[in-house]
Nanobody, 115 residues
Framework: QVQLVESGGGLVQPGGSLRLSCAVS????????MVWYRQVPGNQRELVAA???????NYADSVKGRFTISRDNAKNTVYLQMNSLKPEDTAVYYC?????????WGQGTQVTVSS
């Protein structure tokens, strides 16, 4: 059974930091590209950051220089370090595992940036 479980979301003040984690089980983690998305109600889900199985990273322009994606293949976990958070970063954050035609989603974790 494939499971992706996000954690680390919460309420943070503007300028603050959070680190999201996505623990993965049921797949060969090291073969999969991992992606963080976010979604605001009424909007489409948007790509935030991605890391390939070989460690190449890619970021949305809106988070470049503030967010860092990383992975620990020994722990089957992908992380999203979010610094200098802004109110517009408020969303539900999802992780996704992808390999060839297969993909799986986590259930999401809420991030709220507000004073």
């Amino acid at each position: 059974q494939v499971q992706l479980v996000e954690s680390g979301g919460g309420l943070v003040q503007p300028g603050g930091s959070l680190r999201l984690s996505c623990a993965v089980s049921g797949i060969i983690f090291g073969l999969h590209d991992m992606v963080w998305y976010r979604q605001v109600p009424g909007n489409q889900r948007e790509l935030v950051a991605a890391i390939t199985n070989t460690g190449t990273t890619n970021y949305a322009d809106s988070v470049k220089g503030r967010f860092t994606i990383s992975r620990d293949n020994a722990k089957n976990t992908v992380y999203l370090q979010m610094n200098s958070l802004k109110p517009e970063d408020t969303a539900v954050y999802y992780c996704k595992a992808a390999h060839r035609d297969f993909f799986a989603w986590g259930q999401g974790t809420q991030v709220t940036v507000s004073s």
